[in-house]
Every structure is written in C-alpha cells, then in structure tokens.
C-alpha cells in the first residue's frame, strides 16, 4: 500500500511565503503531483517531480526528495485566493493511477 | 479543448434508492477514472478504465457500486441501494494515454451526492 502524509490545515499572511510538506511511502514511486482544490470545486493540477530537485512555475515551487520520501509545495507573494486544499498525490509504477493524501487546507489571512 | 463534463451536479436520495452519474471525458482521452472524495478527504480511486476495459476496479465496493464505459468514451457509475456512508463527491476524471505524463489528469466538476 501507500501511505501518504500532509498536515491538515495551515494558516498563513497575505504576502507571505508558506510551505505544505508532503511525506510518502510507496514501493515503484514514478512521480509525484500537486494539485489545488477550491471549496466546491474540481482539483486542478499544479506541478509535477518525477526527479530530485526544485521545479519553479511562477509563484509556486514544488520540490522532491526520492531518497526521503518527501515532497514540498512552496507558495510565494500570497493571495487571497490561494486559500484551498492542497493534495499531494503519488504515482506508483508505469501505470496511470494516481494515490491522493487527504489534502492541506491553506487559509490565507489579511 | 471542452473540459471533463459530469452530471447531475447535485444529488439527494433516500437510503436504499439507487442513483447514476455520468461522465464524458475530454475528447480523445484514452483513460477515464471515477474517484469518491469523501468530505475532508482526499479523493479514493474506485475504477479506472482504458477504453472500454477495466484496468483497475480493487477499491470499487462491487456488491453495490458498478459502473461502464461501453464505447470507451462516457461512462455511468451507479450505486445500488446507496447507503449514509456513500455520501461524497464523485470526481470524474481523463487522461490521453496509459502514462500519466507529467500533466497528470483533468477532472471534471464532480456531483455531489448526499444520502438521507
């Protein structure tokens, strides 16, 4: 099986930076995906590691550890709008299937 | 390209009736999945098909739920008689190959049932 691990709510500042770990355990990782998912909402993707390292996309950075089995999500500059539940989901092996965390709920703050 | 389309958007039975959603994936998309998210959860893959055929259905409770996609294009999950617990939101989602690739899915809007 899978296990994997976000804390359930976060607090952060408008403007501030915030970062939403993510820790897994699975045999046959093949990549690892963030998505973003307003109240009411569908999730919609946000970024994509497969290998060790940071990939940056405008405010949002994702970064992974395959040796550590963690992942992070990191949130620049703050809005408002950022306030939402963040999954982080692992694929295992060639296949297609994806394996969500129960998801980060951010609310961001004035 | 037109998103993932699902309907009904919202739904409310009595437990013991029986209910249908449909999904119609994003045009070309090989692979199609119906995931439950129950509320304050992440979503739980229940099928996943490739075309018509049946690539995963471990996690779908086969005593009540079932479901097809018998052109291998829209599907329908039913549950039936639907119980408390099977109160969530449906997520359909689509794929264009059997690799995930590096975009991952697209999911649809989701409809969300409530059993009384």
């Known amino acids: 099986g899978q296990n994997i691990d976000q804390p359930t709510e976060m607090t952060a500042t408008e403007g501030a930076i915030v970062q939403i770990n993510c820790t897994y355990q699975t045999s046959g990782f093949n990549g690892l995906f963030w998505y973003q998912q307003h109240a009411g909402e569908a999730p919609t993707f946000l970024s994509y590691n497969v290998l060790d390292g940071l990939e940056e996309k405008g405010r949002f950075s994702s970064f992974l550890s395959r040796s550590k089995g963690y992942s992070y999500l990191l949130l620049k500059e703050l809005q408002m709008l950022d306030s939402a539940s963040y999954l982080c989901?692992?694929?295992?092996?060639?296949?297609?299937?994806?394996?969500f965390g129960t998801g980060t709920q951010l609310k961001v703050e004035l | 390209e037109a998103g993932v389309a699902q309907s009904p958007r919202y739904k409310i039975i009595e437990k013991r009736q029986s209910v249908a959603f449909w999904c119609n994936p994003i045009?070309?998309?090989?692979?199609l999945y119906w995931y439950q998210q129950i509320l304050g959860q992440g979503p739980k893959l229940l099928i996943q098909?490739?075309?018509?055929?049946?690539?995963?259905d471990s996690q779908l409770p086969k005593d009540r739920f079932s479901a097809e996609r018998l052109k291998g294009v829209d599907s329908t999950l039913k549950i039936q008689p639907a119980k408390l617990e099977d109160s969530a939101v449906y997520l359909c989602?689509?794929?264009?190959?059997f690799g995930t690739g590096n975009r991952g899915y697209t999911f649809g809007s989701g409809t969300r049932l409530t059993v009384v």
């Open positions: 045009s070309g998309h090989a692979t």
């Open positions: 989901a692992v694929k295992k092996g060639g296949g297609n299937k994806l394996t």
């Open positions: 098909f490739q075309n018509n055929g049946v690539v995963d």
């Open positions: 989602a689509s794929s264009p190959f």
